[in-house]
């Protein structure tokens, strides 16, 4: 069995894929078919020879050989851009531990002034401390001195009040003293005004009863002599007529008394009027 040529002799190792050249080979398929040519060639029993189709073997073969440089090329491609994603990394990684350290030394320089600026802040707080309880001792110390002063003018204004309380009221006590004795003597001078208008009125009173009391009595008594003397004819009438029929001498009866009747109102000009005052 002679070794035929290869079936593509243009395939050299420098006709191999160009690297970055996208090929469709996945050579362990290659060689598992290449493996299933020889397991299904014709085996000699008693032998370890095996008869086989040496232009289905070369033909596999040729393709694994023309496809072998390609693979290896895009392996080492793989591989170098692999390198460079590592070294990218690597600087990348360089990169980023450096601005760690630099952040670091940021963050420690800022906690530094952090600190710093605590110190200055609490020595700031305690000046101000400091001063807040001097000015407020001098605030005490003031209000204790404007109290003491508002207490001394008030009892100077208390003492003096009731001085004005006490010349008031003595004034007014006088006055009031004064207004009693003047309603007193106003009371009293009214009062003998009123007696002397009462005793007037009085005098007036009994004068008019006086007089219309004279002048009833005379009216009555000549009221009472003219009954008595025509009751006196009128008894002289009766007997005189009572001894013409039965012949008797006539008797003389008393004559009876009659109660006053009461005399004519007296006119209302003779009325006695009240003095106005």
């Known amino acids: 069995m002679t070794r035929r040529e290869s079936a593509n002799p243009e395939v050299t190792e420098n006709s191999a894929v160009v690297p970055g050249q996208t090929v469709d080979f996945d050579i362990q398929q290659q060689l598992a078919e290449l493996q299933e040519l020889l397991y299904d060639s014709f085996h000699i029993p008693l032998t370890a020879w095996s008869v086989v189709d040496e232009e289905k073997i070369l033909d596999q073969i040729d393709v694994i050989a023309e496809f072998i440089p390609g693979a290896v090329h895009r392996a080492i491609a793989i591989l170098e851009r692999e390198q460079q994603i590592l070294q990218g990394a690597e600087l990348?990684?360089?990169?980023?531990?450096?601005?760690?350290?630099?952040?670091?030394?940021?963050?420690?320089?800022?906690?530094?002034?952090?600190?710093?600026?605590?110190?200055?802040?609490?020595?700031?707080?305690a000046q101000v401390q400091q001063d807040c309880d001097a000015l407020q001792r001098q605030v005490q110390q003031e209000c204790e001195a404007l109290q003491r002063q508002t207490q001394q003018e008030c009892d100077?204004?208390?003492?003096?009040?009731?001085?004005?309380?006490e010349q008031i009221k003595q004034v007014t006590h006088q006055e009031i003293q004064q207004f009693r004795q003047q309603t007193v003597q106003e009371c009293e001078a009214l009062q003998k005004q009123t007696e002397q208008e009462a005793t007037e009125m009085q005098r007036d009173v009994d004068t008019y009863a006086d007089r219309l009391l004279s002048r009833l009595e005379g009216e009555l008594g000549q009221m009472m002599r003219s009954v008595s003397q025509s009751r006196q004819i009128l008894y002289e009438n009766s007997a005189e007529h009572n001894a013409t029929i039965t012949n008797r001498p006539p008797v003389a009866t008393p004559s009876p008394v009659l109660p006053p009747s009461p005399g004519p109102k007296p006119p209302r000009g003779d009325r006695p009027r009240r003095r106005s005052r």
């Open 92 to 125: 990348e990684a360089q990169r980023m531990i450096e601005v760690a350290h630099q952040e670091a030394q940021r963050i420690k320089d800022e906690s530094g002034i952090i600190q710093k600026a605590q110190y200055e802040a609490d020595q700031y707080k």
């Open 156 to 165: 100077t204004l208390r003492r003096q009040t009731m001085g004005e309380l």
